[in-house]
């Protein structure tokens, strides 16, 4: 098992240390290459900056890379921005994304004062919650009928699945909980 985290910016080395962290870690690199993305199972995108991220993805021709690695059925999973990466549409915006998660997000949806807290957040599959570190966070505002709620804060979804596509408007690579690591290690 080899997974990659997308490092062309953002909190990419936390992913990575979550990852060698757990009880039998799989093998980990950097993504920031075609050649980078034809050497991994399954591919993190972690949290950043969406707008910086989606003009090198397509400035590098990445995207279209790992739309084409996504349709061969590989894992990805996104936290805050990468679910942002992920999205089919963002409310109120033309930017670039990979379009594999039919959702529709809005960037920064906690409002202008609160860009950051933390507060326990309960995913399906999980028994106990997991602490959601929120970092000026998205939300997802409407789904398509192929995606699964994973977990709703404050009446809103933050987290999401399709096929083998996870969404997290959190961040689980700045706690020492391992658990939804564990959980994308396996799917
Ligand atoms: N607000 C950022 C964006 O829209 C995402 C923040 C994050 O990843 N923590 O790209």
């Not at 997308?6 to 909190?11: T, V």
């Given at each position: 098992m080899h997974v990659g985290v997308?490092?062309?910016?953002?909190?990419f080395e936390k992913h990575i240390r979550s990852l060698q962290s757990l009880d039998s870690p799989p093998q980990t690199s950097e993504v920031r290459t075609v050649e980078d993305l034809a050497a991994i199972d399954r591919l993190i995108i972690p949290g950043g900056e969406s707008t910086t991220v989606g003009l090198l993805l397509k400035r590098y021709g990445l995207g279209d890379a790992i739309q084409a690695r996504a349709k061969d059925g590989m894992p990805i999973w996104g936290t805050c921005m990468g679910m942002i990466m992920l999205a089919k549409q963002v409310e109120g915006r033309e930017q670039f994304s990979l379009s594999l998660l039919d959702i529709t997000v809005k960037r920064n949806a906690f409002g202008a004062q609160v860009h950051s807290f933390e507060a326990p957040v309960e995913v399906k599959g999980l028994d106990e919650p997991v602490l959601g570190v929120f970092i000026r966070a998205p939300i997802v505002t409407s789904l398509g009928d192929e995606v699964e709620t994973l977990a709703t804060y404050q009446d809103k979804v933050v987290a999401v699945k399709q096929g083998s596509i996870l969404g997290t408007s959190f961040h689980p690579e700045l706690t020492a909980d391992t658990r939804l690591h564990e959980w994308f290690v396996r799917i």
């Open positions: 997308l490092a062309i910016q953002g909190d």
